[in-house]
């Protein structure tokens, strides 16, 4: 194992790691900015090194001040977190160039799932489901006659593309004439790369991704599934383990195809691939080769620490279990708590948190980077934490999770608390009936949300102190 890994990221996620690396004996460095000097990953850390100002193209984005910062203090490894330059093929390639592990897949691995027409190809080589489609487009007229063959409507993405960024439905040939143009150029400014491709699009599926885990001596696994749906603009807001609509012989399926997918590219570390699944039938969609945001869920179901497995893995040790010792049991829900305006399309809404009150008890885990008051700052991602429940079934996870966020308290910004209340408490969620289009077909819980959200403020003008304000809120709603 290594004796000190460098944590190139910042917020909960750094913090995640660094309490990894203790439980392992693993000593750390976070890297940080000019903003971040006083935050929780920071001080958590057994030494910190300052890489530049607040933005991160001039901190967390810089190559070589990382690098840097790693030879400096003698870092191993470092630990890119997700964001970032996580999937950063210059990056892993930087790290290996200075005899630094980077904890995560090959640069060969990542380059390759990072564009989507080679990695298409790949899997389709390989046996693992794709959605009809086509490689990289040529001129119109041969574009309109693959269109016929898939059949309408198709769906033209970017090669380079990702999160759905540059992706355009065409349900006619007009409109796939008239489209074309305009996605090209979209993807070459996006991506610097204007290869695109059709696939035949699948209206409301839901998204469902695998967890994989390769070591470098050729033995992969799968941890089962997490539901992804619930999602607005290509962020997901809720995920689920496991998906209230995987059946074992499915999910036995998926696993397989995921880790075909995984020893197809040569991949080693964690990594997610990602499916559409509708009507019993699953297809590949792309493959995340970083540790993902969700990854909580998966731990909580299958028992195991993914951070610690990567660590394991980029140090050269062997999987500590096989296939058939990787046990499901229970059930975990992860709520992303994003300073945000739910009534304002979900606008960021960073500033002072001036009350700070986390949920606990049983089943209830929480990876956040507040641990009180303290600034969310603008010039980052607004997820401040992740509240995360576990239970014996789906039905005690979602009971727990309506108990942490009636206690959760955060005050001085906005938050999303109140429209995970309203999610989490709507007949079609709780019945597990819902896709990627379930928040736009659902729009009347902002106004649900907006109830909760009145409640709350109401108590925290009777009560100032946060803790206090918890108490009395779920005493309030435990009274009906
Ligand atoms: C699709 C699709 C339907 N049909 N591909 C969006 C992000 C990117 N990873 C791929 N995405 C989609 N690809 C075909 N052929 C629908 C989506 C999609 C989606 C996928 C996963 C999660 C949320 C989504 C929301 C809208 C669209």
């Not at 060969?108 to 489901?129: I, Q, Y």
């Not at 696939?199 to 967890?211: A, D, M, S, T, V």
């Not at 009347?444 to 009145?454: F, M, N, P, S, T």
Request: aromatic share 6%; proline share 5%; with cysteine.
């Amino acid at each position: 194992m290594f004796e000190k890994v460098l944590v190139a990221n910042r917020g909960e996620i750094a913090l995640r790691v660094i309490r990894s690396c203790r439980d392992l004996g693993v000593r750390t460095v976070a890297v940080h900015s000019e903003a971040d000097r006083a935050a929780a990953f920071v001080l958590l850390a057994d030494e910190a090194v300052e890489i530049g100002p607040a933005p991160s193209a001039q901190s967390y984005l810089v190559i070589d001040r990382i690098i840097e910062a790693a030879r400096s203090t003698g870092a191993e490894a470092i630990h890119p977190g997700y964001g970032f330059l996580s999937e950063n093929q210059q990056f892993a390639r930087a790290c290996a160039d200075n005899d630094i592990v980077f904890i995560g897949p090959p640069p060969e691995a990542m380059a390759l799932m990072g564009e989507k027409v080679p990695s298409r190809e790949r899997m389709r080589e390989s046996g693992v489901p794709v959605v009809p489609g086509t490689g990289a487009l040529g001129d119109v007229d041969e574009t309109v006659s693959a269109a016929e063959r898939i059949g309408y409507p198709v769906l033209i993405k970017a090669s380079a593309g990702g999160g759905g960024i540059g992706m355009r439905v065409a349900r006619d040939e007009q409109e796939l004439r008239s489209s074309l143009d305009t996605a090209r150029s979209t993807a070459q400014r996006a991506f610097g790369n204007d290869t695109i491709f059709l696939e035949r699009y699948l209206e409301e599926p839901r998204h469902i991704e695998i967890q994989v885990i390769a070591d470098s001596h050729g033995n992969a696994i799968h941890l089962g599934e997490r539901e992804c749906s619930i999602q607005r603009r290509h962020q997901k807001i809720i995920e689920e383990s496991p998906s209230p609509v995987i059946d074992a012989a499915t999910r036995a399926h998926m696993g397989e195809a995921a880790v075909t997918a995984a020893r197809s590219v040569g991949y080693v570390n964690a990594g997610t691939v990602e499916f559409i699944y509708r009507e019993g039938e699953f297809y590949f969609l792309e493959m995340n080769t970083r540790l993902q945001v969700e990854h909580p869920v998966t731990e909580l179901v299958y028992g195991i620490d993914l951070v610690a497995e990567q660590l394991r893995i980029a140090s050269g040790e062997r999987l500590s279990l096989a296939q058939e010792d990787v046990v499901a049991r229970g059930h975990a829900i992860e709520c992303r708590v994003n300073a945000e305006n739910y009534a304002r399309g979900f606008l960021p809404s960073p500033g002072q948190v001036t009350g700070y009150h986390e949920p606990s008890g049983p089943g209830v885990r929480v990876d956040s980077s507040l641990v009180g008051p303290g600034m969310v700052s603008p010039n980052y991602d607004p997820m401040i934490a992740k509240l995360i429940t576990y239970g014996a079934s789906r039905e005690q996870a979602l009971d727990r999770m309506h108990r942490a966020l009636l206690e959760y308290v955060i005050t001085g910004i906005r938050t999303n608390i109140p429209y995970h209340m309203a999610v989490i408490s709507d007949a079609h969620f709780r019945a597990g009936d819902y896709s990627t289009a379930f928040i736009d077909q659902h729009p009347e819980l902002i106004a649900v949300a907006d109830e909760w959200g009145r409640q709350q403020e109401a108590l925290r003008r009777l009560v100032r102190d946060p803790a206090r304000a918890a108490a009395i809120a779920a005493a309030v709603v435990a009274a009906g």
